[in-house]
């Protein structure tokens, strides 16, 4: 039977064009629902008669290995067997990469997509492995899911380098948070002198060195001077004698020891995850230029951080069929209800990739504050009394258009070719 091209949901629900291939006499398909050290397999030929009934195995090499004998053993003649496991975050890796017999399809159906199947049989809040499994085995025989690729291993790290940016930068702001928290406790009314405590030199030596503020009562106005300049800063006097003022005033709490030393550990914390962050902000820098990615570096306002956040939630830019799939998949798209004749548009439907979705955010922000072109056109949705949100939207579709041409093309960005698009 030949093949008719489709466009079906990916992984992180975007649509690309695939060859949607339907269960033929010969077909077996299997199923495959992963957990963390188990899955539960079945298998179904075209006729919906169980050759393997719902299975759980152990998520091994030798528990793969079982499955496929007792497969291959269920019919003399030759068979073509599609494989299809749901998406689920990192578990499913493994079966990613088990070394399958020769001709066996895989392909990932997205999770969504079962939970819509389960819906259709009428079991949307009942979920179990063989419900799963049941919902698998009709999405498989229907052509769903798409193929396995193989992703180049400059864009496997850059992922994995984004991503582990990514967590500690969310482990770096949750700790800053922590010891501001600590700090009201052990010298109250300091930010009310100093706004930006970790974005300035004098702001981190308050943590460092005088979390009593006794100690800098002490010291005085022109100790205080002398203080920062030994440790390279340059304070000015009004500054310092306010300081001084707050830490005179300053009413600590009965715990203000125990949240110092609580300061102390989160100091530790704080400097380590920002070695990290800049070590894997480095990294990234270096893996762009040999990516596909490397021509977003020529756009105003993207550096690294954000093009790898972009390139580590998109993946495979191959497997994108445009932007508005890219878009729609990230979960920008407005919701839509339309009946009789009549539709009507609401927020932006958040179904999709949260990654992608801050990462297009990110990247019209850059676009916002450093592209002439996207600063008029925000500021005349500002103009018009659009709100933040909405104009954070608008950037965010405009700098996913960009990016998608750029890595597309291999073009490097050309502000006189975007004012043409946008008038």
């Known amino acids: 039977m030949a093949a008719s091209p489709d466009a079906r949901d990916t992984p992180g629900g975007a649509l690309v064009s695939v060859h949607v291939v339907p269960a033929t006499s010969s077909t077996i398909v299997v199923a495959i629902d992963v957990g963390k050290n188990v899955a539960a397999i079945s298998a179904t030929d075209s006729s919906r008669r169980r050759v393997l009934p719902p299975t759980h195995v152990a998520l091994t090499r030798s528990g793969l290995d079982s499955v496929v004998t007792r497969i ?22 493994p079966v990613l990469g088990y070394t399958r017999p020769s001709g066996w399809e895989l392909v990932e159906v997205n999770p969504a997509r079962v939970a819509e199947q389960r819906k259709i049989f009428g079991r949307r809040r009942v979920k179990t492995d063989a419900i799963d499994l049941d919902a698998l085995t009709e999405l498989l025989l229907a052509g769903q899911g798409i193929p396995v690729i193989s992703r180049s291993d400059v864009c496997a790290e850059l992922s994995a380098w984004s991503a582990h940016r990514s967590r500690r930068v969310l482990t770096h702001t949750a700790t800053m948070i922590q010891l501001t928290t600590q700090l009201d406790r052990a010298f109250p009314g300091v930010g009310t002198v100093i706004s930006d405590l970790f974005g300035t030199g004098i702001g981190r030596l308050v943590i460092a060195e005088f979390t009593d503020p006794t100690h800098l009562t002490k010291l005085g106005t022109k100790g205080l001077i002398a203080f920062a300049a030994d440790h390279g800063l340059r304070l000015e006097h009004p500054r310092a004698e306010r300081l001084v003022a707050a830490a005179a005033d300053a009413l600590p709490t009965p715990h203000a020891a125990l949240a110092r030393r609580v300061i102390a550990r989160d100091r530790i914390l704080l400097d380590d995850l920002e070695a990290q962050i800049t070590e894997a902000t480095a990294r990234i820098a270096e893996l762009i230029p040999a990516s596909p990615f490397a021509t977003l570096m020529s756009v105003p306002g993207w550096g690294p951080a954000r093009i790898g956040n972009y390139a580590g939630a998109l993946g495979d830019p191959e497997r994108w069929a445009g932007p508005a799939q890219i878009y729609r998949a990230s979960g920008l798209v407005p919701a839509q209800y339309e009946s009789a004749g009549k539709r009507r548009d609401g927020h932006i439907s958040r179904e999709g990739s949260v990654p992608l979705r801050r990462a297009l955010i990110e990247l019209g922000f850059g676009l916002r504050h450093n592209e002439p072109a996207a600063k008029r056109y925000a500021a005349d949705l500002k103009l018009r009394g659009k709100p933040n949100r909405v104009i954070g939207c608008a950037l965010a579709h405009r700098a996913n ?14 502000p006189g070719y975007w004012r043409r698009e946008e008038s």
């Open 401 to 414: 258009r960009i990016a998608y041409a750029l890595v597309r093309d291999r073009a490097t960005f050309d």
């Open 72 to 93: 291959q053993s269920a019919s003399d003649a030759p068979i073509q067997v599609r494989v299809g496991v749901e998406a689920a975050g990192h578990y499913h890796q």
